[in-house]
C-alpha cells in the first residue's frame, strides 16, 4: 500500500537540506528523492540510489522509497498502482508538454496496471489568470482548461484530470487552492521561498 502527504517545506541554501533531511527522518524513510524540476517533460525511474534527477516526474518500486514534488501553484501529483509510485510536479508548461501523461505511460510500460492520482494543493481555475492570447493558445489546445474569455483563467485541475481520466486513470483532485487558502504556500501570493511537498511512497 502507498503513502502519500502534501505538506509545507520552508527553506533557503542549507536550510533546504536540513529541511529535506528533517523530512525524511520523520517519516522513516531510508531515501527521499527530490528532483531538479524545470517544467520539463523527464520522467526517471529510480531505486534507492542516491543522486541528483533532472526531471518533472519520478517513478520507483522499491519499497521504502520516497519520491517528492515540490509545487507553490504548481500541481504535485501522486500516482498509486501495485507495486508502483510515481511523482510528478505539473505546472503550466509541463502539462502542455504531457508530463502527467507520460508518467502513467511509463508506469504502464513498467507493468503498472489501475493507476490512481492525487492532484495535491496548487491554484485553481479561477484564480490562474494569464494573458488573454496564453488563454487562447492553451485553451484551444486543450478545452478542459478554459473557464471563460472574460476571466482568462487556465483551470489546469480539471485540464489533467481530463487528460488522466481519458487515459482510463482515476483521480482524486483535493479542490485546494493555494492562493486561496492561507494554510498553503503560492507563488503568486509572495511566497518566494517556500513550496509544498507532494510525497509518495510504498
Not at 58 to 76: F, H, R, Y
Not at 154 to 180: H, W
Request: aromatic share 6%; with cysteine.
Amino acid at each position: 500500500m502507498s503513502r502519500i502527504l502534501f505538506t509545507s517545506l520552508h527553506g533557503g541554501d542549507l536550510k533546504v537540506a536540513n529541511a529535506r533531511e528533517a523530512l525524511r527522518i520523520s517519516l522513516s524513510l531510508p531515501v527521499l528523492h527530490f528532483m531538479k524540476q524545470s517544467h520539463s517533460e523527464i520522467v526517471s525511474v529510480v531505486d534507492d540510489s542516491g543522486g541528483e534527477f533532472e526531471c518533472d516526474a519520478l517513478i520507483t518500486s522499491a519499497k521504502g522509497v520516497g519520491l517528492a514534488a515540490l509545487a507553490a501553484d504548481c500541481m504535485p501529483i501522486t500516482f498509486s498502482a501495485a507495486g508502483w509510485v510515481g511523482v510528478a510536479h505539473v505546472g503550466r508548461v509541463g502539462f502542455a508538454k504531457g508530463i502527467a501523461g507520460k508518467t502513467v505511460t511509463k508506469m504502464r510500460e513498467l507493468g503498472a496496471a489501475d493507476i490512481r492520482a492525487t492532484i495535491g494543493p496548487s491554484i485553481c481555475g479561477k484564480c490562474y489568470e494569464v494573458a488573454p492570447d496564453m488563454y487562447q493558445e492553451i485553451g484551444e489546445l486543450f478545452p478542459a482548461t478554459r473557464t471563460s474569455d472574460a476571466l482568462h483563467s487556465l483551470d489546469l485541475q480539471s485540464g489533467v484530470t481530463y487528460e488522466l481520466e481519458t487515459m482510463g486513470v482515476s483521480v482524486r483532485n483535493l479542490n485546494v487552492c493555494t492562493l486561496e487558502n492561507p494554510h498553503y504556500f503560492s507563488f503568486r501570493g509572495g511566497d518566494v521561498g517556500a513550496r509544498q511537498v507532494g510525497l509518495i511512497s510504498l
